[in-house]
């Protein structure tokens, strides 16, 4: 049995699209338990109304991703754990799939598949971990396409199926005994990076990562106002400092603060919304007090 862990916070319409795509009865059956991450929308009520079948735990305060996918998993009784990002509508038999790629190689603790843009085009989930290097490249054009990158663009790259070194946390298939033994996701991450840890902690423990590309979901990745895009770039950078602080050299993490040190500098430079450029010094500020 396969239990799916979706992690809410004021997800509305999109959630209900999300658990509609789920109630399939040629999809692998299972449990689907909704986290609520104290939503000031609707979705508590929505989830309610229209699934009264789905557990419902609602967090108090939000707790971040990491966290309440914890809770979630605490709360599961699958042989594997699913966690699916609200914003997604997942193709009929994408979780069977899944949990078939999972069952046919014990070595393997995790399977990602192929996340498509609402437009059909490819969204980049998988990769290598990071290094300042491989970091550059992927946010360089060109380059980007044809040397190793942390997160894979290349289309290409998700025709076939593939042991990347981490997938997204956006629709994760993880077994139950390996994410036990690792200790779950690392609850110091709020959100972004949580999977790219987990991951690095399963590999480092000997299991495998899978990509397939046989398994489908379209990803909404709603984010799209200044606020929620700047949100998500104060989080990305903070998840790498926490990573490279946890797996890398000191001198590796030195090298990762001047890079990042180096394109906040250039982005004050080139930008003049107020508060882009609060954001910009306050992750400065964070570079200078964090050790």
């Not at 229209?50 to 599961?76: C, K, V, Y």
Request: with cysteine; glycine share 8%; charged share 20%.
């Amino acid at each position: 049995m396969v239990s799916t862990v979706i992690v809410a916070y004021r997800s509305g319409a999109h959630l209900q699209r999300c658990l509609d795509s789920l109630c399939k009865p040629s999809d692998q059956p299972g449990e689907v338990i909704v986290i609520d991450n104290a939503s000031t929308d609707d979705s508590i009520g929505l989830v309610r109304q229209h699934f009264p079948q789905i557990r419902l735990i609602i967090n108090t305060e939000n707790r971040g991703f990491a966290a309440a996918g914890n809770l979630g998993f605490r709360s599961s009784k699958g042989l594997a754990i699913l966690f699916l990002n609200p914003d997604t509508v997942a193709d009929e038999g994408t979780v069977k799939h899944m949990f078939d790629v999972l069952n046919r190689d014990p070595k393997i603790a995790a399977v990602g598949c192929q996340i498509l843009n609402p437009n059909g085009s490819t969204q980049p989930t998988a990769g290598s971990f990071p290094t300042v290097t491989n970091l550059i490249t992927n946010r360089t054009p060109v380059l980007n396409r044809f040397l190793p990158s942390y997160c894979h663009g290349r289309r290409s790259y998700y025709l076939r199926p593939q042991t990347p070194d981490w997938i997204s946390g956006a629709c994760l298939l993880v077994r139950r005994q390996a994410f036990k033994a690792v200790g779950g996701f690392d609850e110091k991450y709020f959100m972004y990076g949580e999977d790219v840890d987990l991951c690095y902690r399963l590999r480092q423990a000997g299991w495998r990562i899978a990509y397939t590309p046989s398994a489908h979901i379209v990803h909404a990745d709603e984010g799209k106002t200044t606020a929620k895009k700047m949100g998500k770039f104060i989080n990305l950078r903070r998840g790498l400092l926490r990573f490279y602080h946890k797996h890398y050299s000191p001198a590796a993490l030195a090298r990762l603060k001047i890079a990042l040190r180096i394109e906040l500098g250039l982005r004050l430079l080139t930008t003049v919304e107020p508060g882009k450029r609060q954001v910009y010094h306050q992750l400065l500020n964070e570079l200078t007090r964090s050790p």
